[in-house]
């Protein structure tokens, strides 16, 4: 295997990541209206907690495709 | 670059001079990148100027400038506590700035071809900068006003003392880390959302040269997608903003507080 295929394929993997990131946001989002939903009242000052924990569950996706980046355009 | 047939989705990052030419003789050029820079602190300027006008009975303009201001300082107030308005300016400018940065760069000026819009804040230079100043805040703040007594930040306060020794290399490490995430989730959020703007609107160029039925459906679905990938990324731009100052004051939060 040549190493621009390499390339290619190792880019590919490291999308996979950020897959895994989408089913950390949904997470964060899902279990924030579970509980919203339960006390609707208590859930407007924890908007800032919610995209602090978004924030932090995308930032690791992202992280992935920079990896992927990195590979295709930095090598 | 698109009837080449070979996409190239980093050449809208490329910073390239418009008056001169970068050499050894002349380190100062006027770049792209400089001249967006004008031009959104120019639009946030007018935005802000035309709203300061201190009446008692608020037009249309002044309410939104108000309303910006006041979002920012019950986000800082919540997160630092009394002495927020202290680092309002700080954290005010900064969400300002990327929020207008951020929808700058998606603003459809491209039917121009000249105008086209250069997104700075997809640079880590910018971000990185900025993240920079938060935590020379933080730090500045925190040894101003603990002395040497800010590193127990790094230590939980109401642990077994086995436990300490293994979480404050763990929390030191999570606090010099602190600065790279911060400037970086805007950048790549930015920068991601550019490059998939940039490879679908080439498809539906290549699409429709292809002259063929198929190419005809794939180039209104793609172009569906842009639309919709338009409009995330006008929601990830405001959210990006949001969540570098509220991250921001939480750090100056405890250096502020110490937890």
Redesign the interface.
């Known amino acids: 295997m040549d190493v621009a295929s390499a390339k290619l394929i190792g880019a590919g993997l490291a999308a996979v990541g950020v897959g895994a990131a989408s089913a950390g946001v949904g997470y964060v989002f899902g279990s924030f209206l579970q509980s919203a939903i339960r006390n609707p009242a208590a859930s407007d000052g924890q908007q800032g907690r919610l995209y602090i924990g978004f924030a932090a569950a995308e930032l690791l996706g992202l992280m992935a495709f920079a990896v992927a980046m990195l590979i295709l355009f930095a090598f | 670059m698109a009837a080449s047939g070979k996409i190239d989705p ?1 050449h809208q990052f490329v910073i390239e001079p418009i008056f001169g030419s970068f050499g050894h003789n002349n380190p100062f050029v006027f770049t792209n990148s400089a001249l967006w820079t004008l031009i959104v602190l120019g639009t946030i300027w007018l935005f802000m100027f035309g709203g300061m006008k201190r009446e008692l009975i608020p037009g249309r303009w002044q309410v939104a400038v108000e309303g910006f201001i006041a979002f920012v300082d019950d ?1 800082v107030n ?2 630092i506590g009394p002495e927020g308005r202290k680092y309002l300016p700080w954290v005010f400018t900064a969400f300002v700035f990327l929020l207008f940065a951020n929808l700058m760069a998606n603003m459809p000026f491209g039917i121009i071809s000249a105008a086209h819009p250069f997104t700075i804040t997809a640079q880590f230079t910018f971000t990185g900068v900025m993240s920079l100043i938060t935590f020379a805040i933080v730090l500045g703040v925190g040894f101003w006003k603990h002395g040497l007594h800010f590193f127990s930040l790094f230590v939980p306060k109401d642990a077994p003392f086995i436990f300490k020794i293994f979480i404050a290399p763990i929390e030191l490490i999570s606090f010099l880390v602190r600065p790279f ?1 911060l400037g ?2 805007p950048f ?2 930015m ?2 959302g550019h ?1 998939l703007l940039d490879v679908f609107g080439n498809f539906v160029v290549q699409a429709l040269n292809a002259h063929s039925a198929g190419g005809i459906g794939i180039t209104i679905l793609c172009f569906l997608f842009i639309m919709f990938v338009s409009m995330i990324e006008l929601l990830v731009a405001a ?1 990006q903003a ?2 570098f100052a ?2 921001s004051s ?1 750090y100056i939060s405890e250096a502020v507080n110490l937890h």
């Open positions: 980093m986000m919540v997160s995430s970086l989730r790549i959020a920068f991601a490059v959210i949001y969540v509220i991250l939480l």
